[in-house]
């Protein structure tokens, strides 16, 4: 009575200065600081939770070049047991299609995996498509945007998808993917011991010659999306009033102005 | 920075920075105010495994080296002064037990120094730097130690729940001895209304007859001195950190306020005699953080630190006063209110000129080292 989960982690860009291929209009992630996306943490917090109730092992898997390294790094010190790093110059420039696709031959390639959880989105890309595409190609359910999750049985579980204007509460059947909502738990910190220990853990390394993939459907050439322009919008910089004075008199000023701008 | 932080080092200080930032201090004034932590802060602290930091991995700890504990302690302190001296006076006693502990007495403690917190002991009513002077003892009786006396002025005292104690074995000899609260005779005394590091307890202990064994001597028969000053020294390292730390907090404090603070029109960061506090603020923070970390980084290439350990203190701890001072001038009315956290850095910033050693007594050691290396 154990749980086999694969927690699917991307290392995005700490920069608020990205730099865009004029090409390919990818993001360009050489010599960017990276940092785990943060949603992924809750994936994570989420993992360790299961195991915890019903036991077994916790892989996570990223693909990506070889400095994301570090945020598997910082998953293993959460408490993830092994991780998996598919990389390869066959594997850059990706869409969500061509991620998607090799992460699930890898998850094929892991077998009798329980659960693949992911966070709700990345914030660099901010698409929430890599995990309903793995979900398709492994052809499990997927359920999406989950802010709580319970486990009655090692086979059943119940999630209630937090969306935009609903909540949706789905009774579900393993194997099955997921996405998780930061509501949903508290990502632990990386305990020092767990820091120490995760960087004497083997990180297993997977190009396209590990994985059972068609060489037409990974990475650029896998990719059917064509990005034709990516532009920061405008900043539309409206005047500034600063509202001297104490906070009441500052508050009083406020509903002044309001007043008489007919906004109240 | 004066080090170069290792990949695992990299990832703990990133993690205490992010600690710190949301649990210690969105509690910084609170902690002042209450004389306490938040529950969840201090099991924050327990449960993410800060204790554990310098214990050996073969008892369970995250074995981090000199480097990464004052980094830590650095990292807290830039949030909140008070916690980080909670982890000085743990850090500081279980680099005893680690380095003079007998193997039977590692095996039984240095797993509990992972959620237990460790105090050290050498302080008496009558008197602090002069140890020899001290007057609670411990009498052999067959195979066991009977161990007696009052001692005070332990940093987390009372919330400390296991003790190293410095005790007279004869007139001429001290030792050291692992003390739990939980042994028969122990007994926690007040607290003491000091002014500042308000989170920290500091207290005293009280022992009536308490009964340990051999192996509860720390090190060999009279190398209590040893033990003391080898304490002091590790100490003082972590307290070069906290000294930093408050100069970080405080040049923080007096840059946000001086560029927001407006004086004719003017943000008063442009008025050279603000430019000139920040500069000394800033200047203090650099000298007193190049100084701990090359006392750390001494410590962990094994080779001599006592004397810069000594000096990070002794400079930091000035450092530091200095610092908070400046800050609570730049900030004028409100530096002077305790309703702005500068006033609580100055009350904490003072018990680093005291705690671990005195600024006087730091003078003599640095004076007497300077001397000595120049006769060799």
Known sequence: ?264 | MSVNLTKPQMMLHQMVTDFADKKVKPFDMQIDKDRDYPKELWEGIVNTGFLGLTVPEEFGGAEFDAIASSQTVYDLAVRNASIAFTLEGHYKTVDQVIKYATPALKEKYLPQANHRIFGFSSTEPQGGSNIMGNTANAVKEGEKWILNGNKTMITNGGLAEVYCVLLKTSPNELSCFLVDEDMPGFKHGKREEFIGMNGTPVGEIFLENVVVTEDHLLGKLGQGVEIGDQAHYDARILMGAIAAGIAEHALTIAVDYAKQREAIDTPIIQLHSIQTKITEIAIAKENAQLLYQEAAKLKVEGKPYAKVATMAKSYGSRASVIAADHALQVLGGYGYSREYPVEHLIRDSRALQIAEGSLEKMMIEITKEVVKEREE
């Open chain 1, 1 to 264: 009575m154990s749980l086999k989960i694969v927690v699917c982690v991307k290392q995005v860009p700490v920069s608020n200065n990205l730099k865009i291929d004029p090409v390919t209009k990818n993001l360009i992630r050489s010599g960017e600081v990276g940092i785990m996306n943060p949603y992924d943490k809750n994936a994570i917090e989420a993992a360790l939770r299961l195991k915890d109730e019903w036991g077994g092992e916790i892989i996570l898997l990223s693909m990506g070049p070889s400095d994301f390294e570090m945020t598997l790094r910082e998953g293993l010190a959460m408490g993830c047991d092994d991780a998996v790093l598919l990389s390869s110059r066959q594997f850059g420039g990706a869409d969500t299609l061509a991620t998607g696709y090799v992460l699930s031959q890898a998850i094929k390639q892991l077998g009798d995996v329980d659960l693949v959880l992911f966070g709700r989105q990345s914030v660099d890309a901010d698409t929430s498509q890599v995990g309903p595409i793995v979900s398709e190609f492994l052809d499990w359910p997927q359920i999406t945007f989950v802010s709580e999750l319970h486990s009655p049985s090692k086979q059943t579980m119940t999630a209630t998808r937090l969306l935009e204007n609903m909540q949706q509460k789905i009774e579900f059947q393993l194997p099955a993917v997921i996405t998780i909502r930061k509501e949903l738990n508290e990502p632990r910190y990386p305990a020092p011991r767990n820091i120490q220990q995760s960087y004497k853990k083997t990180i297993r390394v997977w190009d396209e010659n590990s994985l059972q993939v068609d060489a037409e459907r990974i990475g650029l050439k896998g990719s059917p999306t064509v990005v034709q322009n990516v532009w920061a919008p405008e900043k539309e910089a409206k005047e500034t009033t600063y509202l001297k004075g104490t906070p009441d008199e500052a508050v009083r000023e406020l509903l002044i102005q309001l007043r008489s701008s007919n906004l109240l």
